[in-house]
C-alpha cells in the first residue's frame, strides 16, 4: 500500500536542540496528522493541518502544511528527555471513499541525550 | 475510564490457541478501528468499522476475525495464528460518519507474539 516518505528515519540529539522533521508524498492530501508513540502505547495525536500554508503550535511543536500539499514539517524546539518516542505523520486525501483512509508515514525515531 | 483502552495488554498465543482481543472507547465516537504496527513497517490498517458495520477489511486473513457489537466496543478474535502476526495491535476509534477529517485516537495497543 502507499505509504508516506518520512524523514530522517532517526535523529540522536542533545538537550535543548532544536529537531526538525518532514513528510513527503506523491500526491496532494487535504489533511496532515502528527502523532508521537511513546514506548509501550498507541500513537497520540500531537497537531492537525487541516489547510495548505497552515502552521499550528502545540507548546514547543510547530507544524506546518505544505504550500504543495505534498509535505509537511514538525519543528520541536529545545528539546527535553521526555521528547524521546518516535513521531509519525499520516495524510488525508480526501473525504470519500478510499481518499478517507489515512496513510502513514514510517516514523521518526528520537534520542535525546541528557 | 478515559479515552480508548485495550486489553490485554500483552498475549503470548501458541498457533493452535484461540484468543480474543477487546477494545473499548469512552469517546462517544462512531467508528473504530483495527491496525497492526510491525517493526519498520507502516502502520496496517486492517478493519474499519462505522455505526457497527464493518466498512473495510484490508484482505485480512481469516484467521483475524473483528466484532463489533456496539459503536462502543470492538473486538479483535484470533484463531489458527502464525509466528509472523506477532505484532502490536492498536484499536483507534474517531468520530465517523464520513464527510469530515477522521482523526484518530489510539488504544495503548496490545502486544501479540505467537509462538
Known amino acids: 500500500g502507499q505509504q508516506l516518505n518520512q524523514s530522517p528515519q532517526s535523529m540522536f540529539i542533545q538537550e535543548g536542540e532544536d529537531v526538525s522533521m518532514n513528510c513527503t508524498s506523491s500526491s496532494i492530501f487535504n489533511t496532515w496528522l502528527w502523532y508521537k508513540q511513546d514506548p509501550g502505547e498507541g500513537p497520540v495525536l500531537l497537531i492537525a493541518?487541516?489547510?495548505a500554508g497552515e502552521l499550528t503550535s502545540n507548546g514547543r511543536l510547530t507544524a506546518q502544511f505544505g504550500i504543495t500539499r505534498k509535505d509537511s514539517f514538525l519543528n520541536i524546539s529545545a528539546s527535553i528527555p521526555s521528547d524521546v518516542g518516535i513521531y509519525f505523520c499520516?495524510?488525508?486525501?480526501?473525504?470519500?471513499?478510499?481518499?478517507?483512509?489515512?496513510?502513514w508515514g514510517l516514523g521518526t525515531s528520537l534520542a535525546v541525550n541528557p | 475510564e478515559t479515552g480508548v483502552t485495550q486489553t490485554p495488554r500483552h498475549l503470548v498465543m501458541g498457533m493452535t490457541n484461540k484468543k480474543s482481543l477487546k477494545c473499548e472507547q469512552h469517546l462517544g465516537h462512531n467508528a473504530m478501528y483495527w491496525y497492526k504496527q510491525s517493526a519498520k513497517k507502516p502502520l496496517e490498517l486492517m478493519f474499519v468499522?462505522?455505526?457497527?458495520?464493518?466498512?473495510e477489511n484490508n484482505s485480512v486473513p481469516s484467521r483475524f476475525s473483528p466484532e463489533c457489537p456496539n459503536s462502543s466496543h470492538l473486538f479483535l478474535h484470533l484463531h489458527t495464528l502464525q509466528p509472523e502476526d506477532s505484532a502490536l495491535y492498536l484499536c483507534?476509534?474517531?468520530?465517523?460518519?464520513?464527510?469530515?477529517?477522521?482523526?484518530?485516537?489510539f488504544g495503548p495497543g496490545t502486544r501479540l507474539l505467537v509462538l
Open positions: 499520516a495524510g488525508q486525501r480526501g473525504w470519500a471513499g478510499n481518499n478517507r483512509k489515512l496513510i
Open positions: 468499522y462505522n455505526f457497527k458495520e464493518q466498512t
Open positions: 493541518l487541516y489547510k
Open positions: 483507534a476509534s474517531s468520530h465517523g460518519g464520513g464527510g469530515a477529517v477522521e482523526t484518530q485516537y
